[in-house]
Structures are given as structure tokens and as C-alpha cells.
């Protein structure tokens, strides 16, 4: 299985603070950022634009993880690789050709990921996975953080790891220390927690407890 990596998700940060949130987040021992971008159309909120990406991208040298929760993400995946995302994941029930954005992402300079909702087949992301670095299982619905984990996902994950003994499988929502451990049993190695490391009084501690956990 590969190493574990932890990102905070800073839909759960501070606004009136986003930079010190960034280092927070470093400086915790984080394996990178994740950043969730939202439409309000694909998911019925906002949150984040290409601005945000750049901004954190100059202020932490860390790994952004950017989650696309848009309706078309073709239209605008060029400029989030510009913004400085290192992976850019996209759904694969978004509008467009998501099978021929993932290589031009990729030509574009930056490591493509697929997404799915909880309630999407395993089946309707098999056919683009030798085509990502990173598959991205919803243990949410998509579009607000602080919600609880859904566990549906688990047994696409196990079944995935077992086609794929090598390769970034995610889990993005509800993530805790007890459904972190959860997602890591089912085969999950990518953790994006939003509220759940905002909320801790020290990060850096839970990011350690977390990380020797699942080893
Ligand atoms: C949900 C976002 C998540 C969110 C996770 O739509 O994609 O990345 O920030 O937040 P928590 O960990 O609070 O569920
Ligand atoms: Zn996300």
C-alpha cells in the first residue's frame, strides 16, 4: 500500500485569516493542501476560485491538492494549473469530456485525479484509472464541510486497491480519527480532513496521531 498522506482541507480554515490557516498547516506536517473549489451549480454552494489557488501557492511551498466541485471543469481547469494546483481533481459526473481533460491535464504540468460521489458506481471511473494519479471517493456529498461520513464507499475502495496495489486512493469528507482508520482498512492511503484538524487545538499532534494510526 503506499505511504500515507494527510491534507488539510481549508474549507474548514479561518477567512479572516487564510494564509496563517496555509501555514498552519505546514508547519502541523501536512503532506500538502487541499483546496475545494465550488460552483455553486455542481454543488449548492461557492467556495474558492483560481485567486485562492495562487494566493496559497505563494505563500506555502507545500502540494495543492484542488478539488473541482464544477459543472465545467474544462473551461477552467487550465487556469487552476496556472494558479499553481499540483493535482487537480475533477468529478466524473461533471459536464464535458472528463476522459480527454485527464491527459490534457496532464499535459498542462499537473497530476490529474478523478472524483466520485458516494452513490457513483465504481464501474464509471474504471475506465479512466490508468489515466490518474489519484482516485478521489466523495465519503460526503459534496458541498459543505462539518458533515458526517458515509461509509458506501468503502467497499469500491477495497475492491479498487485490489486492482490497484500502487496506486493514490482518496477519501474526502466527515474524516475523523475513527473514520480515517476506517477508510485505511477499506484501502484508502489520501486523507483530506477539513473541520475535524480546524478544530484541533494543536494540529500538528492530531496530524501526528492521525498519521501513526494508520500506519
Ligand atoms: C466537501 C469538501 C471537503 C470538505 C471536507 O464538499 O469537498 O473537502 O472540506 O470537510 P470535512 O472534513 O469537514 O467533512
Ligand atoms: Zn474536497
Same mark, same amino acid.
Given at each position: 500500500?503506499?505511504?500515507?498522506?494527510?491534507?488539510?482541507?481549508?474549507?474548514?480554515?479561518?477567512?479572516?485569516?487564510?494564509?496563517?490557516?496555509?501555514?498552519?498547516?505546514?508547519?502541523?506536517?501536512?503532506?500538502?493542501?487541499?483546496?475545494?473549489?465550488?460552483?455553486?451549480?455542481?454543488?449548492?454552494?461557492?467556495?474558492?476560485?483560481?485567486?485562492?489557488?495562487?494566493?496559497?501557492?505563494?505563500?506555502?511551498?507545500? @502540494?495543492?491538492?484542488? @478539488?473541482?466541485?464544477?459543472? @465545467?471543469?474544462? !473551461?477552467?481547469?487550465?487556469?487552476?494549473?496556472?494558479?499553481?494546483?499540483?493535482?487537480?481533481?475533477? @468529478?466524473?459526473?461533471?459536464?464535458? !469530456?472528463?476522459?480527454?481533460?485527464?491527459?490534457?491535464?496532464?499535459?498542462?504540468?499537473?497530476?490529474?485525479?478523478?472524483?466520485?460521489?458516494?452513490?457513483?458506481?465504481?464501474?464509471?471511473?474504471?475506465?479512466?484509472? !490508468?489515466?490518474?494519479?489519484?482516485?478521489?471517493?466523495?465519503?460526503?456529498?459534496?458541498?459543505?464541510?462539518?458533515?458526517?461520513?458515509?461509509?458506501?464507499?468503502?467497499?469500491?475502495?477495497?475492491?479498487?486497491?485490489?486492482?490497484?496495489?500502487?496506486?493514490?486512493?482518496?477519501?474526502?469528507?466527515?474524516?475523523?480519527?475513527?473514520?480515517?482508520?476506517?477508510?485505511?482498512?477499506?484501502?484508502?492511503?489520501?486523507?483530506?480532513?477539513?473541520?475535524?484538524?480546524?478544530?484541533?487545538?494543536?494540529?500538528?499532534?492530531?496530524?501526528?496521531?492521525?498519521?501513526?494510526?494508520?500506519?
Amino acid at each position: 500500500m503506499p505511504v500515507v498522506k494527510i491534507l488539510p482541507s481549508i474549507l474548514g480554515a479561518d477567512l479572516g485569516n487564510l494564509e496563517a490557516a496555509c501555514k498552519t498547516c505546514v508547519s502541523a506536517g501536512a503532506d500538502g493542501i487541499h483546496v475545494d473549489v465550488m460552483d455553486g451549480h455542481f454543488v449548492p454552494n461557492l467556495a474558492y476560485g483560481s485567486g485562492t489557488v495562487a494566493m496559497v501557492d505563494r505563500v506555502v511551498d507545500t @502540494h495543492l491538492n484542488v @478539488h473541482l466541485m464544477i459543472t @465545467h471543469p474544462l !473551461d477552467h481547469a487550465e487556469a487552476f494549473i496556472r494558479a499553481g494546483s499540483d493535482t487537480l481533481s475533477v @468529478h466524473i459526473e461533471a459536464e464535458g !469530456d472528463i476522459a480527454g481533460l485527464l491527459p490534457r491535464i496532464r499535459a498542462l504540468g499537473a497530476r490529474p485525479g478523478i472524483v466520485l460521489n458516494p452513490d457513483t458506481p465504481l464501474s464509471r471511473v474504471l475506465p479512466v484509472v !490508468d489515466t490518474v494519479e489519484e482516485v478521489l471517493f466523495m465519503t460526503v456529498f459534496p458541498g459543505f464541510g462539518g458533515q458526517s461520513f458515509i461509509a458506501d464507499a468503502m467497499p469500491g475502495i477495497a475492491e479498487l486497491r485490489a486492482q490497484y496495489p500502487g496506486l493514490d486512493i482518496a477519501v474526502d469528507g466527515g474524516l475523523n480519527r475513527e473514520t480515517c482508520r476506517v477508510a485505511r482498512e477499506a484501502g484508502a492511503n489520501v486523507f483530506h480532513i477539513g473541520s475535524h484538524l480546524f478544530r484541533a487545538s494543536d494540529m500538528a499532534e492530531e496530524v501526528a496521531l492521525i498519521r501513526a494510526a494508520l500506519q
